[in-house]
């Protein structure tokens, strides 16, 4: 884990660490900043996942990232990665999430419009992706997967069976809240 206002080193560019915005099974993002400009740096980790498991995090995250770029999924540009450090720098995507929006109530049609859209994309690769409702932001009203993660399809976790149960406030969002604390 990174320490919030300190400084990391990578492609020979000091970038200063702002905030933590989350912890994923694989990694933690923190907001940072270059040149006045704000990036995510993505330190990945290697605690225990007891519901997944990883080979070369690292490796995956780079397999992955191009994966969804070559299918024209929309997500944030890799601007670095740092396969020593384990490392990666992405294009910052300011907005809320889906799961901020669903808390706020105001989720809009448009995006479940634009997620039935990037699924019909995913599925007919044969690929899924994490669709709990962190890893969207909405940037002018155009949604965008944050994470790269994905994985061969598998019907069980595709959008229609366990992603919208949290894109939308129902008994799963809310022991979701509950078990945060």
Not at 60 to 80: A, Q, T, V
Not at 159 to 181: A, D, H, P, Q, R
Request: negative net charge.
């Amino acid at each position: 884990m990174l320490d919030i206002n300190s400084k990391i080193i990578v492609d020979n560019k000091e970038y200063e660490i702002i905030k933590l915005l989350g912890k994923g099974k694989g990694g933690y993002s923190y907001l940072a900043r270059f040149n006045n400009e704000f990036y995510v740096v993505k330190k990945i980790h290697h605690e225990p996942c007891s519901y997944y498991s990883f080979g070369n995090k690292i490796q995956s995250e780079y397999d992955d990232y191009k994966h969804l770029l070559n299918l024209g999924i929309r997500i944030p540009k890799m601007i670095y990665i740092d396969f020593e450090q384990e490392i990666i720098i992405k294009e910052y995507i300011d907005g809320d999430t889906i799961f901020d929006i669903v808390l706020k109530d105001e989720m809009k049609e448009q995006y479940y419009i634009q997620i039935k859209k990037m699924c019909e994309i995913l599925y007919r690769n044969s690929t899924n992706i994490d669709y709990f409702p962190t890893n969207f932001v909405v940037q002018n009203e155009i949604l965008y997967y944050i994470d790269y993660e994905c994985n061969k399809y598998m019907e069980e976790w595709n959008f229609e069976n366990w992603g919208i149960k949290y894109w939308y406030k129902t008994k799963e969002l809310e022991e979701y809240i509950n078990s945060k604390g």
